[in-house]
């Protein structure tokens, strides 16, 4: 992760054009993609993205922002956000059973 990075607190997940999937965890990736991999140069919603996220990365604009700007962009490019549930994560050590809350 670049040291200007601002990390988003829900990474965003996007179907790509091909039918690939690809994660983003914060505003600089995002901004890479949207400045050297765009399938589509013109935009509203692509240009928006790119200032909000360069305003991130600045400190000017709140991340949260530049995310929803990006999700935008990506839409508009037919590149759909992909929802991933935060309750159905996949236990990480199968040896150790799940922490559940009790009613």
Partial sequence: MPLNDVPWTRPVTIRLQCGLERTFTGVYDALDFLENEWPLRNGERHERAVKNCRGAINGVVPAVLAREAFIAACLE?????????????PNRNPMRPQRTASL
């Fill in 77 to 89: 490019a037919g590149m759909p956000a992909v929802m991933v549930s935060w309750k159905a994560r």
